[in-house]
């Protein structure tokens, strides 16, 4: 489903724009008293950025707005916040932030505050990101296609982008991860409150290999309401998004509307008419959606070839036919290891599986060990 001005890539937003179209970014001074305000009762996203952008901002909207109980109240909840997100090592970015991504700015509702554990350079601007999403009820067809997409996209170098709830997407963050493009996971609760709890070693993983973001300050429980709004982070930060199954109410398709409201492309992928779980993914399809049957379609639709070079540090130039531990090991070598024990660790395999794949990859020419012990490309 493509909007007749839908570009190639999402148009880059001021970082935080004004009536006048000028750019302002909160002071360092001010970032407690702009977390405070984010979290003050009753002020939303549109109303922080109309405050925050008040003559004075955060800290005079503090003063002038908000009674002085309740101000104190935002302040100590500020530094709660930051006191929990710095023993968990998550990161803050405020909105107009030279790390904030400006893509978000181009909703009516900009989070705030994003809380982000992980890797926070695969928001980078020029990082190509799909978001592939779904149902929690999801057929084996589906999870099957899910992990299929999100490994493509990875191998492509795609960033693919979720909400790791169960069904499809903990699909998706699955066959994400089974490449080294990177994976994004966008929750309803904080970013150090992995949900559901049965994807704790998902949420783990995702923490070492990729991003979790969430817009609620760490050690937030989930809520009802709160995994709706996050979909909107997920259609925002993604050039299109692609919708696996989802049925007729499924904030799957809160997403896909998100993404058509901004102008960027939508996909689904067909599924059987008779299954309710495609009912609404193959709605879309009736109304304009890209069919997605195989992988080089989603990667047609966010405008990348399958040897896309823009890709993550030691992908651009791997070589063709490689298994699962050969893609792993060519990517930690972007530069070379001391030794065996080093590389096994770069590259997430135990010891015995990284030495029988270095001897395959040896023989293929690919690597070379030399007689020091180190490792490198050949």
Known sequence: MRSAESPAAPPQASALPTDAGEQRVPPSADRRAALALSLVDRVGPVTYRRWALADGGADASLARRVGVAQRERALDA???????????????????DADYPTSLTQLPDPPPALWALGDVALL???????????????????????????????SAGVIVVSGMARGIDAATH???????GGTIAVLGSGADVPYPRTERGLHARIVRDGLVLSELPPGTAPSAGAFPRRN???????????VVEAGPKSGALITAGVALDLGRDVGA?????????????NALL??????????????????VEAGYVGRGP?????????????????????????????????AHLDVRACAAAVGALEALGRLRTAFDGSIARG
Do not use: C, F, K
């Not at 990101?129 to 099957?144: E, F, M, N, P, Q």
């Not at 066959?175 to 080294?180: F, I, N, S, T």
């Not at 791997?318 to 893609?327: L, S, T, Y």
């Open 174 to 180: 699955e066959g994400a991860l089974r490449e080294r």
């Open 124 to 154: 980078a601007p020029e990082r190509v990101r799909v978001g592939i999403v779904g149902t929690r009820s999801a057929t084996t067809y589906g999870l099957r296609v899910a992990e299929a997409l999100g490994r493509a996209a990875s």
């Open 314 to 346: 030691g992908l651009a130039d791997e070589p063709p036919g490689m298994d699962d531990a050969g893609r792993r090991i060519w990517a930690a070598l972007a530069e070379p290891a001391r030794d065996l024990d080093e590389l096994s660790a770069r």
């Open 78 to 96: 500020a530094d709660v916040a930051l006191a929990n997100a710095h023993r968990a090592g998550i990161a803050l970015l405020l909105l107009g």
């Open 269 to 281: 992928v067909p599924g059987a008419v008779d299954v309710a779980q495609a009912a609404g993914s």
């Open 232 to 242: 909107r982070i997920v259609a925002a930060i993604s050039r299109a998004t692609v």
């Open 286 to 303: 009736r109304d304009g959606a890209a069919v997605i049957a195989e992988p080089r379609d989603l990667l047609a639709l966010v405008g």
